[in-house]
């Protein structure tokens, strides 16, 4: 009787889903229907995030189910907004409220000139070179202009989300990439150079490294590319997100120099309160751009929700305690510091470690972002305002090789699938990773480092990079935006 019920059960669930996604072409001859096994099979699938028979490869197999899953598209369109989130208003506020009262609608400026500019470029060309065929370096033009890009699931990628959907997932990763780079170079860029910077770095830096991490046939896609030559792992972004800007950006703020009166004049933060909502903001965000890695509301998806949870209380724990231990006092801005290191740190492992791995994470996201934040940057004397440097260059290449420590099959199958069989990946998960890690490190530091000089120099040749001091003195608001975050009357 049970037997019985489920079949009802599925023939009424795959028949909704049939008219949802339209009919079929008409043909000469009527296509066969697929059994009452395969409509199971195909329930099932849709349950399990995994392949229905027409996607199988060289499957002679029917399927009346040739769109989206609702529920796996559902949680992807609600992770793109969670992530988008992330830059408007979390990312704005946060690093809005570390930089001086004169500065801050330059920050908020500077975040939503990039949405739009990473849009355009996305939408022309970004979206193709990185997601479409093409070689171990970088995609196609097949999706330039999004040509092709619809609500049937692209299934290099995910077999129940739509194109499109995935499409406007990824793009909000590109949005916040470049955005996190604006934190070294706070309150003395021009507006100007923050946008040409921002255009070409996407071209050489951004969507070629993503392509070779997370491109179907990526050089660095260890997990779905059989043919990978390094065979690393990256599940949100440690070395296509985080790596990419920050060692990026200590590049350029080398470029610029220090602010005026830097190590001479007191810099705090005009406003930890929007810090800290801009903190919040980003740990709810994070939870689409971790758990929303998964493509699908799967139990991948649920061990990256968890892992990131724990690691990010954690961290934003260790940080202010070492505070505490050796200033004295725990900080805002230091339980605000750690979170933001913990999430970093997690990103490229949150689907591939357990609960304990998290953990372990967690203290060393804490910890070592701390003295590279405190100590690195008193010995060398370099300005990065906001410390993308420590926390997200720092952070986003210690995460990556804790991937390589820490990452687990029981957790992910993915990684003792067939793509991952036959390039050898599922052979060194808990072995040898950490060694095909580093190869990634590598070619992401060396990539981010060459691009950014290379832009940067043109830049500052032809536009310049910097205000002048005396717009420095008196704050970019009121200079290159003609306006004031703050007007206090009488």
Not at 60 to 89: D, R
Not at 168 to 194: C, D, H, N, W
Request: net charge neutral; with cysteine; proline share 4%.
């Amino acid at each position: 009787m049970i037997r019985i019920l489920f079949f009802v059960a599925a023939i009424a669930i795959c028949s909704p889903l049939r008219a949802q996604t339209g009919a079929s072409p008409p043909s000469s001859s009527p296509a066969p229907s697929p059994s009452l096994e395969q409509r199971v099979s195909d329930l099932e699938a849709y349950v399990n995030n995994s392949a229905r028979g027409a996607d199988a490869t060289n499957a002679a197999t029917l399927s009346n189910i040739s769109g989206p899953g609702p529920g796996h598209n559902a949680w992807l369109m609600t992770s793109a907004l969670l992530v988008l989130f992330m830059t408007l208003p979390g990312l704005s506020l946060f690093y809005g409220g570390l930089v001086r009262q004169k500065n801050v609608l330059s920050i908020l400026a500077q975040c939503l000139g990039i949405a739009g500019l990473v849009t355009i470029l996305w939408w022309a060309i970004g979206y193709s070179l990185v997601f479409a065929h093409g070689c171990a370096f970088f995609g196609g033009t097949q999706f330039a202009f999004l040509r092709g890009v619809t609500a049937v699931p692209n299934t290099d990628y995910s077999y129940w989300v739509s194109h499109n959907v995935f499409a406007m997932y990824q793009l909000m990763f590109a949005i916040i990439t470049p955005a996190l780079i604006i934190g070294s170079v706070a309150e003395r860029m021009k507006f100007s150079a923050v946008m040409v910077i921002v255009g070409l770095w996407m071209l050489l830096v951004y969507f070629p490294l993503a392509h070779m991490v997370w491109g179907i046939d990526g050089l660095m896609n260890g997990v779905w590319n059989s043919n990978a030559r390094i065979r690393a792992i990256d599940f949100a972004g440690g070395t296509v997100v985080h790596m990419s800007s920050g060692w990026s950006a200590l590049l350029l703020c080398l470029f610029l120099g220090p602010r005026l009166g830097f190590r001479k004049e007191i810099m705090a933060p005009h406003s930890m309160v929007l810090c800290m909502v801009g903190t919040g903001m980003l740990w709810v965000g994070w939870y689409g751009f971790n758990a929303g890695s998964a493509l699908g509301a799967d139990g991948i998806a649920a061990n990256a929700f968890m892992t990131t949870t724990l690691a990010t209380a954690v961290a934003s724990s260790s940080w202010a305690g070492l505070e505490w231990l050796l200033r004295g006092k725990p900080s805002v801005l230091g339980f605000c510091s750690g979170a933001v290191g913990g999430l970093v740190v997690i990103t490229p492992a949150c689907g591939f470690v357990d609960a304990n791995g998290a953990v372990i994470i967690g203290v060393l996201a804490g910890a070592v972002p701390f003295f590279a934040c405190t100590k690195l940057k008193s010995w060398f004397h370099y300005d990065d305002a906001l410390d993308t440097f420590g926390v997200h260059a720092i952070g986003g290449t210690l995460g990556a090789f804790l991937t390589g420590l820490l990452a687990t099959a029981t957790v992910n199958p993915n990684l003792s699938a067939i793509p991952a069989q036959r390039n050898g990946l599922a052979q060194i998960v808990g072995h040898m990773l950490w060694l095909e890690q580093l190869k990634a490190i590598g070619i992401t530091i060396a990539l981010a480092l060459v691009g950014t000089s290379l832009i940067g120099l043109v830049v500052r040749a032809t536009i310049g990079l910097r205000i002048t001091p005396e717009i420095e003195r008196q704050g970019l608001d009121i200079n290159l935006h003609g306006e004031e975050g703050y007007i206090v009357s009488g």
